[in-house]
């Protein structure tokens, strides 16, 4: 080959090479960065010192304030979006109703401690039947005694009085003795028989005495166990009637409606006169309190954890930035929240990244009071790794 020929060869290698060359080194580098890409962009993005989101949003605690109880409602003490206190009233209901019925509960409570107090006198004056009765048997027993020493005594002169007439009789007939000693003899026997047989009588009136005195005793015991038995019964019904009480006092507490804590009303939904029943609700109630609820892909959640610092700008306030912190990391994605979570397991499937709510709290709390549930917001958390 000649010199001139190896020229003309080497500058078409060099056109074909600049023509092609470059533009297959293009696309391998192409190739080589979307491979890249698509293997390791997941770690990547969740590697980032700094996560941004701006599916954020300022919430707040709203609670619709609702009835407990029917009633007319009697006055509205606040106005659409007012700010109020803890305790303050919202609502008036009309309470005489309720009222009445405190009254009635409390009436039959203070019956029924009555009708406890009168059971307790009763009892007392039981209890003086009883030892008056068992004083009467303490007596009755010391008649008997008594009268058992007496007989035994006047047995024992009726013996030696009656062993006296047959000796003087045995006398006067061998006219041994008088008379008259004979008849005071005679005498001295029947006086004794005499006193024998009063003895046996008062005996038998104090036994008599003691059967009743026991009998009485025994029926005034029984009478105290009634009492006794009707006392738990009372109590039972004082207990049921201060329930009844309690319950009415609470209803009565239910005709007012009040603000559970500071923050701020929203629009009223009842007014004067109206009739309401349980469960209608009068007007929303939103705390002072505020967080963002910051929306994050799941990729960006590698290293967030709570604590971490944050950095929230509110559209309503552009160039203002809130500090904060991250309160709580939700423990599912905010598709398993919804009302319907997505189902799977059938039908074709497009995998599509989910996102995970995280709350941020504000540091100041004060300037944070400022801001209203719904805004929009933008987050940016710095992770440690």
Do not use: C
């Amino acid at each position: 080959m000649s010199q001139t020929t190896q020229v003309i060869a080497s500058r078409v290698l060099k056109r074909a090479w600049q023509k092609y060359g470059t533009p297959v080194i293009v696309v391998a580098l192409a190739a080589a960065v979307i491979v890249t890409v698509t293997r390791n962009w997941n770690g990547w993005e969740g590697s980032k010192t700094e996560q941004v989101t701006n599916d954020a949003y300022v919430q707040g605690d709203l609670t619709p304030l609702s009835t407990k109880i029917s009633g007319i409602v009697r006055e509205v003490d606040v106005n659409d979006y007012q700010s109020v206190h803890r305790g303050d009233l919202l609502v008036q209901l009309n309470d005489a109703d309720y009222r009445a019925q405190t009254a009635q509960a409390a009436a039959a409570v203070e019956a029924a401690r009555a009708a406890i107090e009168d059971n307790h006198r009763q009892q007392e004056l039981e209890d003086a039947k009883i030892q008056r009765a068992l004083a009467g048997v303490d007596d009755a027993r010391a008649q008997i005694t008594a009268a058992q020493d007496s007989k035994d005594a006047v047995h024992a002169e009726l013996v030696r009085s009656r062993e006296e007439r047959a000796r003087q009789e045995a006398l006067f007939r061998v006219n041994a003795t008088t008379q008259q000693t004979l008849q005071a003899a005679v005498a001295s026997e029947q006086s004794f028989a005499a006193q024998a047989a009063g003895s046996d009588a008062e005996i038998a009136q104090a036994r008599a005495s003691l059967s009743s005195d026991e009998a009485a005793a025994e029926a005034e015991r029984r009478s105290k166990a009634v009492l006794e038995s009707e006392q738990d019964q009372l109590v039972a019904d004082l207990h049921a009637r201060e329930a009844a009480l309690t319950v009415a006092e609470v209803d009565l507490g239910y005709t007012r409606i009040v603000a559970p804590a500071d923050g701020t009303v929203g629009e009223r939904q009842v007014h004067p006169g109206q009739l309401v029943s349980p469960g209608t609700q009068v007007i929303p109630f939103l705390d002072t309190t505020r967080w963002v609820a910051a929306n994050f892909l799941e990729t960006q959640l590698t290293n967030i954890k709570p604590g971490d610092p944050a950095e929230v700008r509110v559209d309503v306030y552009p160039g203002r930035v809130f500090k904060g912190r991250v309160l709580e990391i939700a423990p599912a994605s905010g598709s398993q929240f919804a009302l319907l979570p997505p189902d799977n397991a059938t039908g074709n499937f497009t995998k599509v990244v989910q996102r995970v709510p995280v709350k941020i709290a504000l540091d100041n709390s004060a300037l944070a009071s400022q801001l209203r549930p719904g805004l929009s917001a933008e987050v940016t958390l710095r992770t440690a790794r």
